[in-house]
Each structure stands twice: as structure tokens, then as C-alpha cells.
């Protein structure tokens, strides 16, 4: 009788002990605010089969996390534990259920032995679908003198799966920069390495193409590429870039150019195609890209200042010149599609959406070159009407700058400093048909404090892929290293 006694006592204290620690909420109280997550995707807008936006709840004493999802069109998913992650193809299937609708989130925490429950949140799933694989970008330690490891890296957006296509531990001690491709398809793919070994890479269908990286012809290197909608002509402009260093306690670095001229270069021919409206004396022409329809290049441009020291004067404009595809024959020409300076800022970074309807750009107080400039906002240009706005919607108190869009317009990936002012993140947004824009959410990371917070990388030079770039990393460092270049002609 005391053996079932005893017996008996010990199950009811395991019971109770189970009850002291319970995993789940229970007799939650209820708080009258929203949490505060990291990254903030509290009315954030999602494309169908993103991956999971897995978030931390910031707090002290927090020692668990619940959250219920529910969907507006049916659907629920559930997590629970130090931070909330999603199961992959239970995100993926609540998100395709509720597309055009709405998520409902239920976060409640267990803080000091007590659970406590956060008013909801929303997430919205779009509509409009993200058609593409991924994204591409550059991975760089952010620093102003030397660079160190550095690389370019490929992320499925389904899920957390990164791999580097391309890293400079291949070829040490260069710089691998400026890539891109052809509306969104790494069939046609460039970028630019930078150093004792230096060439511009160009790859169709697999077939690569190292190129003289300085070209006397030019007076300077192959940098800021935009391929032609046809794939039959890749836009550059050739620069001098120089760094100047700041001691105001706000302004860190300047990167400037001793000239910059813009031309195109016909692969098959390896011809490079100049016009004398585009490489002037006295003023400098930069970072070209062609209209969806191949008619039109578009490209920034500045009063050249010789002097150092002038280097806030420099602000630029955007301008554009015809361009006749069969012939590779530039128009008499050039019109100015949107006078910065006249404003007293500077214009830089133009992308047009491949829909033809718009053209985003940065604007920031001098220069073209952002990512340093905390000023820095994201701009539309109507293409139509030739209105333009600040996007108040996305735009932040710190750096916003590069971006690039989506095959089907309605998506945009870009860089921005607001996370902690240092570092650059990767944001997406999505456009609706009258050009406004909802809030941006970073890139989702399976365990995103840990990964921001021990990242000593910035993200820059996004663009989105419909696929996986398909490059053979260990036969092109044996091409760069080997110094086999390429020549091209003028003309």
C-alpha cells in the first residue's frame, strides 16, 4: 500500500512540474501592444513561396516564443521555442492558400515563468507572383582602404540555402564587382574583377570571355554594365575612380571619378561602339542601361571637376540618347529626362522596370556613389508622364540606394543601411499597378538575429535571377590567373 503511495506521489509531482514549465502559453495575459521583432515584418507584403519569415522577439527575461499564424482564406501554422521558426513547406502551402489575402499573427512569449500575449500583426501575401529563382549580390566586409574576402553569392529566395558562385579566394587578392545579368537571365552574365589580374568577364550560354580589363583605347576599365534586352550588346562605362576619405564625423568616404565616358560593346565582334555625345572633355558620362525596348540608353552625367576638392559640386543629371539596334548607331541627340541638379541633388543608379512604365533611381546630395551617403532615398520616374516622387514609402533616415527589379516589374530588391547604420541589408518591396509601393522586409534568414548580428558582411549589387547562375568557379580562376585576355576594338 505505501509502494502505490509513493508511486502515486511521484507521478503528481512530475504532473505539476510539467505544468510549472509548460512549453506552450497557458492562462496568457493579454498586452496591449504589438511585439517588437527582429526584422520588423509587421505589416510587410510577401510574395507566394518566400521563404518562412522566421523573426526573434526582442525583450529581456524572454526565454520562449508561441506563434499562431492564421490565414484570411483558410490555413494555420504554429511554432514554438527561442525564436519563431516556420516549417519550409508548411510556410509555403499557407502563403499559396492565402495569396491576395492576409496572414494573422499571434505572438505570445513566456517571460519570469509567466506567458504573455502581444496584440496581432498582419503579413500580406500579393497577388502579383515573384517569378524568379533568387537573387545574386555581392557579400564585402565594408571597409574604406583594403578589401579582404569578398565574393559573389546566390540565394534561393524559397528557402535559406546561399552558396558563392564566384569568391576571391579563388583568385586571391582581387576584387570581384559589377555583375550582371540580362533581365533577370544568367544566360548572359558580366562582371568585373579588379586588381593585378584584372578583366572584364562576359559569359552567353555558358561560353566565357575574359576581356583586357584597361583598355588604352578607352582610357580606363569596363565597369557598370546593362545588357540590351536583345543580348546582342552589353553597355558600359569606362571609369577612373578615385577615394577620398572624410574626417566629418558623419561622412566616411567618397568614391569619385578622374573621368568616365559610356560606350557599348558588341560581343560577337568584340567591337566597342563610342559616340562623341557620350565621351566628352568636360563632362563625365556614367552607368548606362537600355530601355526594355532596346531603343534608348539611358546614363547619368556630371560638369567634370578636376579639383579635389570640389567633389560636392559633382551632381548629375539623367540623360538619354537613342539607340538603333540593327545598326549599333547612336542618335544626334541628347535629351535630359530629369534635371537633378537643378533640385541642388545628384541622380544616380537608373534602372528602368523591364514593363517600360517606370525608371527608379537614387537621388543624394552629390555624386553618384551612394552606398556612403546617408542622405541617400530611392526615386520613380514615370516614364509616361515624366513625373517623379521620392518613395516616402520605403524610403529611411539612413541609406537606401542600389536596386534592381523583378522580370515582371512588380518586385524590387535594394540596399539599405536602416537595420544599424553600418552595414547594408538586402529589401524587397512590391509595386502595384499605380506605382505605389508597400513596406519593405529584409531578407529572411532561418536564424536572422544570430546571422545580422555575427554577419561582418554588407550585401550590395543585388539583382534577382529567374535561375541558379551556372558558373564553373574552379576553371575560371585558372582563366583569371593565367592572364589570357581578350582584345577589343574600337569602331
Known sequence: ????????????????????????PVDAVLVRQQPVIYPDYIGVTIPVGIAPLNFNVIGEGIDRVDAQVTGSKGGSLHANGELVDFDID???????????GAL???????????WLQY????IFVSLYALEEWGVTYRRIAPGYEVYSHMGLYQRDLSNFDETAFFDNRHVPGQCLNCHMSNRTDPSHFVFHVRGGHGATMIQIDGKREWLKAKNDLLGGSMVYPYWHPSGEYCAFSTNQTRQAYHI????????KDLSSDVFVYHPATHEILEDSLLKTADWAENSPVFSPDGKTLY??????????????????????????????TFGDHVDTLFNAVAMGKSLTWPRPSYDGKYLL?????????SIWHEESEQ???DLKTGEARPLEEINSPRADSYHNWNVNSHWIVFTSRRDDGLYSRLYFASVDDKGQFTKPFMLPQRYPKEYYDESVYSFNTPDFTKRKVDFKAREASSEVMSDKRVETKVR
Not at 1 to 20: A, E, N, P, T, Y
Not at 91 to 99: D, R, S, V
Not at 104 to 114: A, I, L, M, N, S
Not at 248 to 255: D, T, Y
Open 119 to 122: 496584440q496581432d500583426f498582419k
Open 90 to 100: 508548411e510556410w509555403h502551402a499557407l502563403t499559396e492558400q492565402n495569396k491576395g
Open 379 to 381: 526615386w520613380l520616374l
Open 248 to 255: 566629418a564625423q558623419h561622412e566616411r568616404i567618397e568614391v
Open 1 to 24: 500500500m505505501r509502494k502505490i503511495f509513493l508511486i502515486g506521489l511521484v507521478s503528481m509531482v512530475g504532473l505539476l512540474g510539467l505544468v510549472g514549465c509548460r512549453q506552450e
Open 104 to 114: 494573422t499573427v499571434t505572438v505570445c512569449v513566456r517571460k519570469e515563468g509567466k
Open 361 to 369: 533611381f537614387t537621388l543624394i546630395d552629390y555624386g553618384y556613389f
Open 299 to 328: 546614363y547619368i552625367t556630371s560638369k567634370q571637376r578636376e579639383e579635389q576638392t570640389l567633389y560636392k559640386d559633382e551632381k548629375y543629371n539623367l540623360c538619354k540618347i537613342d539607340f538603333d539596334p540593327e545598326k549599333g
